[in-house]
């Protein structure tokens, strides 16, 4: 199936490992060309010059108030267009309610929620007809992930941001969505597994409450979003599509 992605221009943020970089990944596999982004300037260099000549990196935190135009300006520079945007981050710190503290919940409100506001304010601004904004939130849009008391709190507020541009922005042929990724096997989800005094018996009871009885793949995750963010899934916007191996027990 061609998705139409052949030199599409998107800007994908946390896209030096995990799933920003399967995406990141998937979408140069298909043609389209893309800006990556992370913190640190010698990793964004290195997931650039791995993704090759369709890729460029660009150093930037999406907390920082100037990052999103810096993004989308390094787009057009570079490539001479801006399709899209992958807004990715990391997550927020682990913890229940007793053990967040003020500054935790400040970074990740920063980080998380306003910083990928901005980023899709901007993009709002300078995307044209058959543009995309596509949100990597997390199945705690729908579910409350137990010790992942700030994500259960910022993302189904950004879901709820989400829907609100898609009605604002769908008149001028912009789409706006989600991705929920579930209990896919990246660096975070073993980090979270870790916190337990046996990640690997935590690991196994996690994938039997799983119907597909597994973990994800990032691919996986990156072909999915690769799909909501090309013309092929052209007349689809304000939906959240979780990627979850059927675990989210809603329909």
Do not use: C, H
């Not at 003020?102 to 543009?131: C, I, M, P």
């Not at 939130?137 to 259960?152: D, F, H, K, Q, R």
């Amino acid at each position: 199936m061609d998705l139409g992605l052949k030199d599409r221009v998107y800007v994908v943020t946390g896209a030096t490992r995990g799933l920003g970089n399967a995406t990141a990944r998937q979408l140069v596999a298909d043609g389209a060309k893309v800006v990556v982004t992370g913190r640190d300037e010698k990793t964004v260099a290195e997931a650039a010059a791995d993704l090759g000549p369709n890729a460029v990196g660009v150093a930037a935190d999406n907390a920082e108030p100037a990052a999103a135009d810096r993004l989308i300006a390094a787009a057009r520079e570079r490539f001479g267009r801006f399709d899209g945007v992958l807004i990715s981050v990391g997550g927020p710190a682990p913890g229940f309610v007793a053990d967040n503290t003020d500054e935790q919940w400040q970074s990740a409100f920063e980080s998380v929620f306003l910083g990928a506001v901005r980023l899709a304010r901007s993009a709002a601004a300078e995307l044209g007809e058959g543009g995309v904004i596509a949100f990597v939130l997390s199945s705690s849009v729908y579910e409350p992930i137990a010790g992942l008391t700030i994500s259960n709190g910022l993302r189904p507020g950004l879901a709820g941001f989400a829907k609100s541009l898609s009605d604002e922005l769908g008149p001028r042929g912009i789409r706006v969505l989600g991705v929920l990724p579930g209990r896919i096997s990246t660096d975070r989800m073993r980090q979270l597994d870790g916190l337990s005094p046996d990640p690997e018996a935590t690991r196994a009871a996690n994938e039997a409450r799983i119907p597909l009885r597994r973990y994800g793949t990032p691919e996986e995750f990156g072909r999915t979003a690769a799909f909501l963010l090309s013309p092929a899934a052209s007349y689809l916007t304000g939906i959240m599509v979780p990627v979850d191996g059927g675990a989210l027990s809603g329909f």
